[in-house]
């Protein structure tokens, strides 16, 4: 079994900054690629980015410029750098990964930006 744990969610005002990290654990023998999803309140899960394994990565239009996601894969860990950010931002963000052909979940960390 894996587990991601995320860390690093919180309050901030517009146009500043969060860093997110998210950790996985367990048995991992192939690694596909981590990455971050968000949710606010009424919508749908949405991608936020993602990098594979190979340092290859994928934004969400919304967050380009603004977002920077990089990873270790000798700890199995992802980071999100969160710049410049904007009200619309808020939401529940997911840590996600592709560990052994499986898709994994952290349970969420909450960002909220203030205007």
């Known amino acids: 079994q894996v587990q991601l744990v995320e860390s690093g969610g919180g309050l901030v005002q517009a146009g500043g900054s969060l860093r997110l990290s998210c950790a996985a654990s367990?048995?991992?023998?192939?690694?596909?690629?981590m990455g971050w999803y968000r949710q606010a309140p009424g919508k749908q899960r949405e991608l936020v980015a993602t990098?594979?394994?190979?340092?290859?990565?994928n934004y969400a239009d919304s967050v380009k410029g603004r977002f920077t996601i990089s990873g270790d894969n000798a700890k199995n860990t992802v980071y999100l750098q969160m710049n410049s950010l904007k009200p619309e931002d808020t939401a529940v963000y997911y840590c996600?990964?592709?560990?052994?052909?499986?898709?994994?979940w952290g349970q969420g960390t909450q960002v909220t930006v203030s205007s």
């Open positions: 996600y990964a592709r560990f052994n052909f499986r898709a994994y």
């Open positions: 367990g048995s991992i023998f192939s690694r596909n690629a």
């Open positions: 990098i594979a394994t190979g340092g290859s990565t």
